[in-house]
């Protein structure tokens, strides 16, 4: 180990004063600057040596600096702000050629181009030595979960080289959502996307006040293992969108969001639906588990194979539709008592 580690360098607050850098609100930028905090994310990650590690919005370098005194082969920092190439620059150089630095930004950047392919290993393999590793702001965590759960659900970007592990920070309230049980009331659509393909575990509960700026909230830890097989066989769309209208309507029965998923006039496909499955339609979402949602996503394949209409309907589209309709025919109305009121005379 103690040949990884890095020269002595200037501590972070010191850096942070040297190029003068500060968080920015609308990015969502809060800096880590306590390396016990830092060293115990990395930690958390699992073992490093001789890996690839890719990390996400490394800032000014606190979680880099901690991963860079592991025995990881290399690190590659993602950073979308400029501002933080000096220091980053600084820490390249400490670590003599294991740290490169990409510009852009995560919710775009090509990460499949900076992992080594020989790196790859099969899928129903052990996870490669290839390791995604980030203090995520709160704007893009859950967009960016999502758009990587549909990759690894796709086996490509950085999943083309196996099950690439993550160890993630996200709000505290969104990491209890990724790992609810059933029945937990924190329980979602974003609970069963992350387990039917995942298993995720929250390892640690950061304060917020460890930050700077401080945000109102705490900080979870997460970490991911993609499984071998997802515990829903079907295309990640299919069952995203199933997910998403099951879990719409949290405080009614979930007949209400499956109603959603057909037009009006094809009721006869939602007792369909429940009859095929066995699923309760006086259940509530959060009473799911992933085996009656799996149910639920292959009775809806089945019936969007017998009628291929179905899959391309939107009911947010024909509910958007109809408020249209009443609008205008509000205005119209409007429209037609003024001229009247203008043609006839009040009493």
């Not at 709160?138 to 690894?152: C, R």
């Not at 249209?324 to 043609?343: M, P, S, T, W, Y």
Request: overall charge positive.
């Amino acid at each position: 180990m103690s040949s990884v580690r890095l020269p002595p360098l200037p501590s972070m607050q010191d850096l942070i004063r040297l190029y003068q850098l500060r968080a920015r609100k609308q990015l969502s930028q809060n800096f880590l600057l306590d390396m016990n905090l830092t060293r115990k994310i990395v930690k958390s990650a699992g073992k490093l040596d001789g890996g690839f590690v890719c990390e996400v919005g490394p800032g000014p370098g606190g979680i880099t600096r901690s991963l860079l005194n592991t025995g990881a082969h290399h690190v590659a920092v993602v950073e979308k702000d400029r501002r933080f190439l000096p220091s980053l620059q600084l820490l390249s150089e400490a670590a003599q050629g294991r740290l490169s630095i990409h510009s852009g930004d995560i919710l775009s950047f090509n990460m499949e181009n900076i992992i080594p392919e020989n790196l790859a290993v099969p899928w129903d393999s052990a996870p490669p030595n290839i390791h995604i590793i980030g203090n995520l702001p709160f704007s893009v965590s859950t967009p960016l979960i999502i758009m990587w759960l549909a990759a690894m659900s796709n086996q490509s970007g950085p999943w083309k080289f196996g099950r690439t592990k993550l160890t993630l920070t996200f709000q505290k309230e969104v990491a209890e959502r990724m790992t609810a049980n059933i029945l937990s009331k924190q329980r979602c659509r974003l609970s069963v996307m992350c387990q039917y393909l995942c298993k995720v575990d929250l390892k640690f509960v950061i304060p917020g006040r460890a930050f700077v700026p401080a945000p109102e909230v705490d900080v979870g830890v997460v970490h991911i293992v993609p499984r071998v097989q997802p515990l829903i066989n079907l295309p990640f769309s299919l069952v995203e969108k199933v997910v998403r209208h099951i879990y719409h309507f949290r405080q009614k029965y979930i007949r209400r969001g499956i109603e959603t998923l057909f037009p009006p006039d094809r009721l006869d496909l939602v007792e369909a639906m429940f009859e095929e499955t066995n699923v309760r339609p006086e259940a509530r979402s959060f009473q799911l588990s992933i085996e009656q949602v799996g149910r639920l996503c292959h009775a809806y394949n089945n019936i969007c194979q017998h009628n291929a209409d179905i899959y391309t309907y939107d009911y947010r589209s024909q509910e958007n539709a109809r408020q249209v309709r009443k609008k205008n025919q509000i205005q119209l109305e409007k429209f037609e008592a003024e001229i009247l009121g203008d043609i006839i005379p009040q009493s």
